[in-house]
C-alpha cells in the first residue's frame, strides 16, 4: 500500500509546539492550499486548509523557522484520527504526519525584505523523524565559499 502527500501552502497561523509526557517534541500547523483551478462563478481560487502534525526534530524545526504567512513544501502522509470533541460527539479528522518540512520561499520573499538570517537553512536539515535526524552546527556555513578564479566553463 501508498500513502505518500506532498502539499505547498502558506502557514495561516504560527505552529503550536507541544511536548508529551515523555518529552517528545511535537508541532501542529494547518497550511492553505490553493486548488489547481478558479470557481466558475466567481473566477477566483479556493483553498484547502490542512492541518499538518510534525514529530520530534521535524516539529521543532518548523516552531522554529516558520511563522503565519510562510511558504512550506511539506512530504508526509494522510492519516484519519478518531476523537470524542467537548460535547460528547464522535468526530473523524484528516490530517498529515510530516516526514519532512522545507521552505517553499525565501525570508526576503516571506518578509518582504533583506535576508538577515545567517546561520538559517533552505531545506529541512532534519531528515525523517524515525531516523534521529541531523542537528545543524554553526561550522555548517563553511561549506560554501566565493570561487575567485571562475574561468566561467562548467564542470559537466
Not at 511539506?74 to 498529515?96: C, F, H, I, P
Amino acid at each position: 500500500m501508498l500513502n505518500k502527500i506532498f502539499l505547498q501552502g502558506r502557514l495561516v497561523a504560527d505552529p503550536e509546539l507541544r511536548h508529551t509526557p515523555n518529552g517528545v517534541a511535537v508541532a501542529t500547523f494547518r497550511l492553505a492550499v490553493d486548488r489547481d483551478f478558479k470557481d466558475r462563478e466567481t473566477g477566483e481560487k479556493k483553498a484547502d486548509f490542512i492541518t499538518v502534525v510534525a514529530w520530534r526534530q521535524t516539529g521543532e524545526f518548523v516552531s522554529r523557522y516558520f511563522n503565519k504567512g510562510r511558504m512550506a513544501v511539506v512530504d508526509g502522509r494522510l492519516q484519519m484520527r478518531n476523537y470524542t470533541d467537548r460535547d460528547g460527539n464522535k468526530r473523524t479528522m484528516a490530517e498529515v504526519v510530516a516526514d519532512s518540512v522545507y521552505f517553499g520561499d525565501s525570508r526576503k520573499d516571506a518578509e518582504g525584505g533583506n535576508f538577515s538570517a545567517p546561520n538559517a537553512s533552505f531545506a529541512n536539515p532534519y531528515s525523517s523523524p524515525a531516523d534521529g535526524g541531523y542537528i545543524p552546527s554553526s561550522s555548517d556555513n563553511d561549506q560554501f565559499a566565493e570561487i575567485t578564479d571562475d574561468d566561467g566553463d562548467l564542470p559537466f
